[in-house]
């Protein structure tokens, strides 16, 4: 027993030689045999592991990293670059590769992703998740971004909203925007209080502002402003055109650069339904001038021609010529756009608008605006009505009177008649009466 505590103390006093060496020389080397593990323990519990075999080091309680104060104090590192830290305030968390820096002074952000929020210098309570995401920002504040890429340029843009892979990725400066869906305003750079929801949605729209995209696609071609599309690619043919609405599938304008039209369906919606059979339009007479009475009536109503026929769309043929192998059995009635058309430029009143020409391959008829024509032909119609119906009842009253005169010629007709009865009794007698009378 007494040899083996002089060995074991022989054995404390070369470790410590070794230790001490080691110290002087600023290097330790301890070396595991194959298998081993190093372990860290009091008398009862282990702290730290470090497996011989796999190279695994388990930390078995907490690791504590102090505030970060720069690039070398209170960071993880990964593969030399940053990983963990809160510069700038306890209030900062920036996790993964390059996330955030060591230079800026903003506070409340949140970052999760490489190289999310590197750039920011004093924008504040701004929330990155995802690789790249608010990667340019620098002054922009109250930005959220959940996605690859997402906001990614923007630089002072503020208050804006970006969910989806590059997501808002132009965005520099512009601000209230929000993108929800992959590639939704993914060009925008300085437009404003746009509204993107869907895939691809607002994606080509750069510096339009107050559009409302809701759909896969919608408005995806929008360049300028305050548009609102509904639907599965609802305005996506909308290029330049502004203060249009698009509901439902694939709904569009007239064309691509149309202003100021509202489309409700695609051109496969056969009927509209509502509670109400009319819609209600301004008509105030404070906001009308040079107000006289319409010209065109009964007239210009003879010129046009309601027709029949079948529809044979030529969207409904991959090389978009009918050839009537798709026409519709049943016929249904309206007007053509080109005799509509024929008939307001005859009477010089294009004015009327009864032909939408915004898309000269596609004309459109606007046939509700034949409503006053109607009425005042109906009321031409009346007048002329009116005037017959005076003109007969003059003729009534003479014909009343003819016939009263008629009656009393009669009359004295008659008794014409009955006196000379009478006077021819009288003067034309018998012979025998003669006789006797002499």
């Not at 080109?338 to 009864?354: F, G, H, I, R």
């Not at 009343?400 to 003067?427: F, P, R, W």
Request: net charge neutral; charged share 15%; hydrophobic share 30%.
């Amino acid at each position: 027993m007494k040899k083996l505590l002089n060995k074991t103390k022989l054995l404390f006093i070369i470790q410590a030689l070794l230790i001490i060496n080691n110290l002087f020389s600023q290097d330790i080397t301890n070396t595991l045999g194959s298998g081993g593990v190093f372990t860290l323990k009091d008398a009862s519990t282990n702290y730290l592991t470090l497996n011989g075999s796999t190279g695994q080091v388990n930390i078995l309680k907490t690791l504590r990293l102090e505030s970060t104060t720069g690039s070398s104090s209170g960071v993880l590192l990964i593969n030399g670059a940053s990983f963990l830290h809160n510069y700038g305030s306890s209030s900062n968390t920036f996790l993964g590769k390059n996330a955030g820096n060591f230079t800026l002074t903003g506070q409340y952000n949140t970052a999760v992703g490489e190289g999310a929020l590197f750039s920011l210098t004093s924008g504040s309570r701004n929330s990155a998740f995802g690789f790249g995401s608010l990667s340019n920002n620098t002054s922009g504040s109250e930005n959220s971004a959940f996605g690859h890429g997402s906001l990614s340029f923007n630089t002072t843009g503020n208050y804006n909203s970006a969910f989806g892979y590059v997501s808002l990725a132009r965005n520099t400066s512009g601000s209230w925007n929000s993108g929800f869906g992959g590639y939704s305003l993914s060009f925008n750079t300085s437009g404003n209080e746009n509204s993107a929801f869907g895939y691809r949605s607002l994606t080509s729209n750069a510096g339009g502002s107050w559009n409302s995209a809701f759909g896969y696609e919608s408005l995806e071609s929008s360049t300028l402003n305050y548009n609102t599309a509904l639907g599965y690619s609802s305005g996506s043919g909308l290029t330049s055109g502004i203060g249009n609405v698009c509901i439902g599938f694939n709904s569009n304008p007239s064309s691509f650069t149309a202003n100021n039209q509202v489309t409700l369906g695609n051109n496969q919606v056969t009927s509209l339904r509502c509670a109400v059979t009319t819609i209600t339009s301004l008509s105030d007479a404070r906001d009308k001038k040079n107000i006289k009475d319409l010209a065109l009536g009964i007239g210009f109503l003879m010129k046009v021609k309601p027709r029949q026929f079948n529809w044979d769309k030529r969207e409904w043929y991959d090389n978009n010529i009918s050839d009537g192998t798709k026409m519709q059995e049943a016929p249904t009635a309206g007007f053509i756009s080109q005799e509509l058309d024929s008939a307001q430029v005859s009477e010089n009143a294009e004015w009327l608008q009864l032909v939408l020409k915004d898309d000269p391959d596609k004309l459109e008829a606007n046939s509700g605006n034949l409503l006053p024509v109607i009425v005042k032909a109906i009321q031409e119609l009346k007048k002329e009505n009116d005037m017959l119906k005076d003109r007969n009842s003059g003729l009534r009253e003479r014909n009343t009177k003819y016939k009263k005169l008629l009656g009393e010629l009669k009359q004295m007709q008659d008794k014409l008649a009955n006196e000379i009865e009478t006077i021819k009794a009288v003067s034309i007698k018998p012979a025998d009466q003669k006789g006797e009378e002499k």
